[in-house]
């Protein structure tokens, strides 16, 4: 016996319709210790990926996707995890220097 199955495969919905990127991204993962290089990344992706006002509302500055981006949360979240207030890390994204060095944790 042969039984058939009838399927509907719906074409890909075109960009901009529907959800706004089209697709649901995971989150970057965070190293299992924050090392000073993970730092100095960190610090490059919140400012190269920093906020920019557009006219459909808040964009990353590098990507013009909707901000906070993925980078720019993954960046907040190292140096959160490396001991930064969210004082410091606002600092180091008003300066707009992607090589600044992180300050100091404290304790290290």
Request: glycine share 10%; charged share 20%; proline share 14%.
């Amino acid at each position: 016996m042969s039984s058939t199955i009838a399927r509907t495969v719906r074409p890909p919905a075109p960009r901009g319709a529907g959800e706004p990127s089209g697709e649901v991204l995971r989150e970057i993962p965070l190293p299992p210790y924050v090392t000073a290089e993970d730092a100095q990344f960190a610090v490059r992706a919140v400012v190269v990926h920093a906020p920019r006002n557009w006219s459909g509302g808040t964009v990353c500055r590098n990507d013009a996707s909707p901000h906070p981006c993925r980078l720019h949360r993954w960046g907040v979240r190292v140096l959160a995890q490396r001991g930064l207030r969210p004082a410091d890390i606002a600092a180091l994204i008003a300066g707009g220097d992607p090589t600044a060095e992180p300050p100091r944790r404290p304790g290290a």
